[in-house]
């Protein structure tokens, strides 16, 4: 049994995450083998379910981590210089992690220049932010 696979027995979740396309796990060995300290449930998430739109593209799940360095090129912060990104909102937040500080999740509000602790790990962070998907999509009557 895998990690997320009560996440999948949910309609609601399961539907979030149908456009994902699982990542080879031969690419997962090269991303572990990149970067040592990415831990466990990321690597699983993504050869287990996947990368892609999350949502009503609601949320960008890349297939590997970025430095944030390279993903903003000249603009980025120097002091952000060593998260490696993982996924962005349509909203302008990226997150990622933070290696030096155990791999914490970390959401940069790239409109304000603000960075905030999320999560202490990716599993966290993806149950938190799929919970607030939920929550923003409007009830269905079944009658209509």
Not at 24 to 29: G, I, M, T, V
Not at 136 to 141: L, Q, R
């Amino acid at each position: 049994m895998s990690r997320y696979s009560g996440l999948l027995n949910d309609p609601r979740i399961r539907d979030m995450l149908s456009q994902l396309k699982p990542v080879p796990r031969a690419k997962c060995e090269e991303l572990r083998t990149e970067y040592p300290e990415l831990r466990p449930d990321y690597l699983d998430f993504l050869s287990e379910v996947g990368y892609g739109v999350i949502g009503q593209r609601q949320y960008m799940l890349y297939s590997g981590v970025v430095p944030l360095s390279e993903l903003l090129t000249d603009a980025c912060d120097p002091n952000w210089t060593h998260l490696l990104a993982f996924g962005d909102t349509t909203g302008g937040t990226c997150h990622a992690f933070d290696p030096f500080d155990g791999m914490r999740v970390i959401a940069i509000d790239l409109d304000i220049r603000e960075v905030e602790g999320v999560a202490s790990s990716f599993e966290s962070c993806l149950r938190t932010l799929l919970a607030s998907f939920i929550e923003e999509t409007p009830e269905v009557d079944p009658r209509s």
